[in-house]
């Protein structure tokens, strides 16, 4: 099956009702550690606005719809061991080691950004960046996850994730994506197994990003735990955006309340209809949202 990245933009203008001309997007790598490099898509040829980090087990194309609505310069990364980035000897993909790693593409690609977007994993990394690294980010917008994202509330994710290592052709993995994704529709989760998965020599079909990860190992240990970095977001001191998924269990009531208590100045919007992948499912009420906020 041929594969060409940037072939299927127009589809997701499409979808949505967008009428735009795709732009110039080029894929670059940084390296960041020796031996370690981070890989991104640039969108655009003017100075990037906006960084945008995807979530685990996805990849930087999962903002290509909200990307198209912007309109705008910017940077969508591959986190390590995800997409089209190196994977790490040792399995670890936790906010810390994603942050220091984001952080150094950050600086050669978009160091004058005016936010840092991110999803899920992504989220938790850009708490970090924004807290560890306040000067590469000067408003941040963290979709669907707090330190308070646990086992119970990722279940549904989890299980997806943790489903078989290989899949006998295409359309079997495409099948299992649209079992675990019911409101999104079949043309959107394709293109989304597309850039997310990849067809090996004897014809079967595995996932780009790292299974040997070890936050997917704590998952399934039941030992997901992200509580450490509850300080991190009282020490973000950049204006603040959280955005929830209405139809989304991982961020709960109590969690907010955590939230606005360590950031009272910030503002949380929830989004309706949008599950946990708000990109994927409300991908133009997102682009509303980091207009008003960033751009306003």
């Given amino acids: 099956m041929e594969y060409d990245e940037f072939s299927m933009l127009g589809d997701n203008a499409a979808e949505v009702g967008l009428e735009v001309t795709p732009p110039v997007i080029e894929r670059r790598r940084v390296e960041v550690r020796p031996g370690q490099h981070v890989s991104a898509l640039v969108w655009g040829d ?4 906006l960084v945008l980090v995807h979530g685990g ?34 399995g670890q993909y936790g906010p810390v080691e994603n ?23 992504g989220g938790l990394t850009t708490i970090v960046l924004a807290s560890r690294h306040p000067e590469l980010v000067r408003q941040a917008i963290v979709v669907d996850v707090t330190p308070g994202t646990d086992h119970a509330k990722a279940a549904p994710i989890v299980s997806f994730i943790d489903g078989p290592e290989t899949f006998a052709s295409f359309d079997e993995i495409l099948q299992r ?18 850039h997310n ?14 299974r040997l990860n070890r936050i997917r190992e704590q998952a399934k240990e039941g030992t997901v735990d992200f509580g450490e970095l509850w300080p991190d977001v009282e020490a973000i001191r950049c204006p603040l955006l959280l955005v929830r998924g209405g139809a989304s269990g991982v961020v709960g009531d109590e969690d907010v309340v955590e939230w606005t ?36």
């Fill in 46 to 49: 003017g100075d990037p606005e």
């Fill in 57 to 90: 087990a996805q990849n930087a194309h999962t903002w290509d719809t909200v990307a198209l609505a912007l309109g705008r310069p910017l940077v969508a990364v591959d986190l390590p061991g995800h997409g089209h980035s190196d994977w790490r000897d040792d």
């Fill in 99 to 121: 942050a220091e790693a984001v952080g150094v593409a950050i600086r050669e690609l978009a160091p004058d950004a005016r936010a840092v977007m991110g999803m899920s994993l």
């Fill in 177 to 194: 994506t649209i079992q675990f994704n019911p409101t999104r529709s079949e043309s959107s989760l394709r293109r989304g197994v597309l």
């Fill in 197 to 210: 998965a990849r067809p090996r020599d004897d014809g079967t079909w595995v996932w780009r990003y790292d």
């Fill in 261 to 296: 208590k360590r950031q009272p100045d910030s503002e949380v919007v929830v989004v309706d209809g949008a599950g946990h992948s708000v990109q994927g499912d409300k991908p133009l009420e997102l682009a509303a949202l980091v207009e008003r906020f960033v751009f306003a």
